[in-house]
T-cell receptor, first 116, second 115 residues
Framework: IAGITQAPTSQILAAGRRMTLRCTQD?????MYWYRQDLGLGLRLIHY???????GKGEVPDGYSVSRANTDDFPLTLASAVPSQTSVYFC???????????????FGPGTRLTVL | GQQLNQSPQSMFIQEGEDVSMNCTSS?????WLWYKQDPGEGPVLLIA?????ELTSNGRLTAQFGITRKDSFLNISASIPSDVGIYFC???????????????FGKGTKLSVIP
């Protein structure tokens, strides 16, 4: 059982370069999310997708774009990386069953990105 | 945006001791969550709370949803080395009609256990 996979595990990138972080889930979850984690700031939502074909902005969307062409994949693109985007990036997914109870978000192992 | 104030920021404790941490907000929430992040991994859900005053246990972990709905507490009893990690409180707001939730995380409590 893979759950959520992210690639690459880590990356060092020159400022100004374009970079796509990959996220794939095999749980057939409708909803997917991207977070960044910075020291002392916890996790902050970048973008989300409630279902294939739709996306939305989170708390810190500037400088990032996402697409959701199918249920399983949710890539995050940095069009022109800047040093302030140095962070650990986590992808997550959740079911969207409307029972009223929280549909747990399951997190991937993360991608450590350094922009120089 | 919403802010959750989580404390303490870090803790060093002896193995076998009990641990308490808490999270407060100026806003009322209907769902409080506690996640744990092991070193080098993504967060994993420990406990979800849905009702003011609710007390829920998961093994040696006990969490409470505050009566005012503006706070939550997590206690760990008889700590062991594998309790090491970062503990996050979070609140969950449903996206309208979608069945998915927007999470807001606290800044985390980093726990170190001395054998």
């Amino acid at each position: 059982i893979a759950g959520i996979t992210q690639a690459p595990t880590s990356q060092i990138l020159a400022a100004g370069r374009r970079m796509t972080l990959r996220c794939t889930q095999d749980m057939r979850h409708n909803a997917m999310y991207w977070y960044r984690q910075d020291l002392g700031l916890g996790l902050r939502l970048i973008h989300y997708s409630n279902t294939a074909g739709t996306t939305g902005k989170g708390e810190v969307p500037d400088g990032y774009s996402v697409s959701r062409a199918n249920t399983d994949d949710f890539p995050l693109t940095l069009a022109s990386a800047v040093p302030s985007q140095t962070s650990v990036y986590f992808c997550a997914s959740s079911d969207s069953i409307g029972t009223g109870a929280y549909n747990e978000q399951f997190f991937g192992p993360g991608t450590r990105l350094t922009v120089l | 945006g919403q802010q959750l104030n989580q404390s303490p920021q870090s803790m060093f404790i002896q193995e076998g001791e009990d641990v308490s941490m808490n999270c407060t907000s100026s806003s009322i929430f209907n769902t409080w969550l506690w996640y744990k992040q092991d070193p080098g991994e993504g967060p994993v859900l420990l406990i979800a709370l849905y009702k003011a005053g609710e007390l829920t246990s998961n093994g040696r972990l006990t969490a409470q949803f505050g009566i005012t709905r503006k706070d939550s507490f997590l206690n760990i009893s008889a700590s062991i080395p594998s309790d090491v990690g970062i503990y996050f409180c979070a609140t969950a707001d449903p996206y309208s009609g979608a069945g998915s939730y927007q999470l807001t995380f606290g800044k985390g409590t980093k726990l170190s256990v001395i054998p």
